[in-house]
């Protein structure tokens, strides 16, 4: 562009010696068509300018105002979004962060915006983050739902902003006159419901915010409320126990606790005073008093459909009941899922409300005191020394009320 800019200039320049004529401004407006698309301001400027500077020589005059008219209300876009880039790049490349810096920004993009330019131009052309929710509203989901590019250009300069303050300014902004996010903790407050969200990159989709590599920040937020102060069954004391148990019984545990466990879907009945029992898929179940409940991960690993989670009895939910067991048996349960075991006492008796033949299948209980009497049966006498206390293990589990055999009436 520089090497036929000067050409041209040199050749209009030897035109101007003998004076202008039609075929000058023909030049002239072929080069204005030239760098009009290629979108360089600088370029387009230097055109508009040799052209107005010989305007008086022009014999197509009519024609030549036309073009100038175009190409001056192409620069006026062009000069709106270079002055939006250049805030926007100060931000991405952090050296920007003050309240000044915002509202030149928020005023470049009125700039920009009174010049035609849509949100999408404007997003794709500044490589403004894209933003994402999980509808679910759990940050380690695989389904996210992206933003408008309305939305994601209104929090981007606020995220930006924060942080470069070192994450210590602006923590939480307004979205499009609806909408309140948390940067701190990734969330968006929305028709008062809390949603995680995320920030990829523009160009690669690859994630930047939160790290990839860390826990969501509202994921371990959520795990956090269940946890009390002082209390020694923690998350971090349980996950040592479940290790060390599954070392005993010949197994290094390679994954993280967030890979094997939900701690944001916790439950402390300890000091329960609710109700005994509660309903799962229709048939009822003992409430685990005394015991503390650590959520295993199992949302989406059996397809799409979820609904046997359900807790509200409705289409497709699935009754509650627990299995008590040692940790010697807890590998073998991790590793290929509970299996029918060999004793099989009830396998020839009938089911005492069907009269259908019960056959083999994984024994289990609604009843928690049955589960703990079997957890206490099993293994080392009085459960598995951790750090001076006894841990019993119970799975609650989910059952499909179409396959449950019941060898008694509880």
């Excluded at 997003?123 to 679910?136: H, M, R």
């Excluded at 933003?147 to 606020?158: G, Q, R, T």
């Excluded at 004391?237 to 466990?261: I, Q, S, Y």
């Excluded at 503390?292 to 046997?308: E, M, P, Q």
Aim: aromatic share 8%.
């Amino acid at each position: 562009h520089h090497l036929g800019r000067l050409y041209t200039q040199r050749i209009c320049a030897l035109l101007a010696m003998g004076g202008m004529c039609g075929k000058s401004a023909d030049m002239h407006l072929a080069h204005l068509s030239e760098v009009l698309h290629s979108n360089d301001s600088t370029e387009l400027r230097d055109a508009i300018t040799l052209m107005e500077e010989n305007m008086a020589d022009y014999t197509n005059v009519d024609v030549v105002e036309e073009r100038l008219a175009e190409a001056r209300s192409a620069l006026a876009r062009l000069d709106a979004l270079d002055a939006v880039a250049g805030v926007f790049k100060e931000l991405q490349s952090g050296s920007a962060s003050a309240d000044s810096d915002l509202k030149t920004l928020v005023d470049a993009i009125a700039d920009a915006k009174a010049q035609n330019f849509s949100e999408k131009e404007l997003t794709e052309a500044l490589n403004v983050g894209v933003w994402e929710e999980s509808p679910t509203g759990d940050p380690r989901a695989e389904s996210w739902r992206r933003f408008s590019d309305k939305w994601c250009l209104e929090v981007d300069k606020f995220f930006l902003i924060h942080r470069n303050s070192g994450r210590n300014r602006g923590r939480r902004a307004d979205v499009c006159g609806k909408d309140k996010i948390d940067f701190s903790l990734m969330t968006v407050l929305r028709n008062k419901r809390v949603v995680p969200v995320r920030r990829l990159d523009r160009k690669t989709l690859e994630q930047t915010d939160p790290p990839p590599d860390e826990n969501h920040p509202w994921f371990d937020k959520k795990a956090n409320m269940s946890e009390k102060d002082n209390d020694w069954l923690s998350n971090e004391f349980f996950w040592k126990a479940f290790c060390e148990c599954c070392h005993l019984a010949g197994r290094e545990v390679t994954d993280k606790a967030e890979d094997l466990f939900d701690f944001q879907h916790n439950r402390d009945y300890r000091d329960w005073d609710g109700p005994e029992k509660e309903e799962r898929g229709g048939i009822a179940y003992s409430i685990p008093k005394g015991w503390k409940r650590f959520a295993c991960r199992v949302k989406g690993k059996f397809g799409d459909d979820n609904a046997w989670l359900r807790l509200d009895g409705g289409d497709g939910e699935w009754a509650t009941a627990y299995h008590g067991t040692s940790y010697e048996a807890l590998v073998p349960i991790l590793d290929g899922g509970l299996l029918p075991g060999k004793a099989q006492a009830y396998r020839e008796r009938k089911d005492v409300r069907t009269g259908e033949t019960i056959g083999e299948g994984v024994y289990c209980s609604p009843s928690m005191m049955v589960a703990e009497r079997y957890a206490n049966s099993r293994g080392k006498d009085g459960g598995t020394e951790i750090d001076g206390h006894s841990i019993f293990f119970v799975l609650q589990c989910r059952v499909n009320p179409k396959r449950m055999k019941r060898a008694h009436d509880e």
